[in-house]
């Protein structure tokens, strides 16, 4: 988690880290009026137009009623588009906090600051997946 200020329009943006399964995501947060930028798109664009992943980046911001009152920058990569919007989420709250301490027990009764650690687990030799084994055959 880091802090810094950008010399071009003196306003302080703030960066946070989010992660899920392999998706990682880099989300710059600054006061403004609500702009959203994924790698570049609108959440529209980049997110497939799917309800449930914007309102997923969109609920740290109802979860402290900012709603439009910050400029959103994500940088992500890794991943499918579900494993990015989780991480994206977890950046943006993780960034409501350092930029005001009064947001975390918002959040964190709202399960936005907990990391999901679930991964995909392992390929076992013998098996045909991590689990799944091979059709047995009696004769």
Request: no cysteine.
């Amino acid at each position: 988690m880091h802090r810094t200020i950008t010399k071009h329009d003196k306003k302080t943006t703030f960066l946070a880290t989010g992660r899920r399964k392999t998706a990682i995501a880099r989300v710059f947060l600054k006061a403004g009026k609500g702009k959203f930028l994924i790698n570049g798109k609108e959440p529209v664009n980049y997110l497939g137009n799917v309800s449930d992943y914007l309102n997923l980046i969109q609920k740290p911001f109802v979860a402290i009623q900012a709603e439009g009152k910050y400029d959103v920058m994500a940088r992500v990569h890794g991943g499918s588009v579900s494993g990015q919007a989780d991480a994206i989420r977890l950046g943006i709250a993780r960034a409501l906090v350092m930029i005001n301490q009064a947001n975390k027990p918002l959040l964190k009764e709202e399960g936005l600051l907990t990391r999901d650690p679930r991964d995909k687990e392992r390929k076992k030799y013998g098996r045909k997946r991590a689990r799944k084994r091979f059709q047995y055959s009696k004769r």
